[in-house]
């Protein structure tokens, strides 16, 4: 496997429903991405994690909880969810210097995503 | 609310000719801007990276970056109707260079 994968391509599931997205990056990077890409609406950042610590959390539903084991791995728990949830979720990977600012190495690199169906 | 702006076409060229894709945002401390290309039902996928003003080229790629007028762009020479695809532009925000904001894409058409 290279780059970054996400499993399942396609997920069905009712409201009612509890079930994970997972993400694995094959890179070496040290920082995972969770983005959620609606029809007609622009990607939202979901949630950032560095070293395995989530960094960012932008406003994201508690229905939504995303775990970081380790540096390579990244899920997105799902419970609850609303039909309007329904989307393609995009997993992404960088590699952070330590330096911080802008670097090409820096670039976020995405898997194929889970397009989720929410009934 | 930090925003990128882009018109969402679709922009119609022909085969062979330039291609202008243009965005404008809002958050004057952004350093870092991406082009992606994403073909329907796919992931985005990185064409160009510029942080600083002025041209930068890769290819048939050119990235022109005016930080002063807060604009970006992307031109494709020669374009080609493997071309066709959305592009999104993306902006670092000042409040973390990890937090990037997308726009909503704009739709290139390559006719042959």
């Known amino acids: 496997e290279t780059g970054v994968t996400q499993t399942p391509r396609h997920l069905v599931m009712g409201m009612t429903n509890k079930k994970s997205l997972k993400c694995e990056q094959h890179?070496?990077?040290?920082?995972m991405y969770w983005y959620k890409q609606s029809a007609k609406k622009p990607l939202e950042l979901m949630f950032v994690?560095?070293?395995?610590?989530?960094?960012e959390n932008n406003s994201v539903p508690s229905r939504f909880s995303p775990e970081c084991p380790n540096s390579s791995h990244l899920f997105l728990h799902l419970h609850t969810l609303q039909p309007e949830d329904s989307a393609l979720y995009l997993c992404?990977?960088?590699?952070?210097?330590?330096?911080?600012?802008?670097?090409?190495?820096?670039?976020?690199?995405f898997g194929p995503g889970t397009r989720l169906l929410v009934l | 609310q930090k925003e990128v702006e882009q018109n969402s076409g679709p922009l119609s060229v022909p085969e062979g000719a330039i291609a202008s894709l243009n965005c404008t945002y809002s958050?004057?401390?952004?350093?870092?801007f991406f082009w992606y290309r994403q073909y329907s039902g796919k992931s985005p996928e990185l064409i160009m990276f510029?942080?600083?003003?002025g041209d930068k080229e890769d290819g048939r790629f050119t990235a022109q970056l005016n930080k002063a007028s807060q604009y970006v762009s992307l031109l494709i020479r020669d374009s080609q109707p493997s071309d066709s695809a959305t592009y999104l532009c993306?902006?670092?925000?000042?409040?973390?260079?990890?937090?990037?904001?997308f726009g909503t894409g704009t739709r290139l058409l390559v006719s042959p």
């Open positions: 992404a990977s960088s590699q952070v210097g330590l330096a911080g600012g802008p670097n090409i190495q820096e670039t976020q690199y």
């Open positions: 993306a902006v670092n925000s000042s409040g973390g260079f990890q937090k990037l904001v």
């Open positions: 510029i942080y600083s003003n």
């Open positions: 958050d004057r401390g952004s350093q870092s």
């Open positions: 994690y560095n070293f395995k610590e989530q960094t």
């Open positions: 890179l070496g990077h040290n920082a």
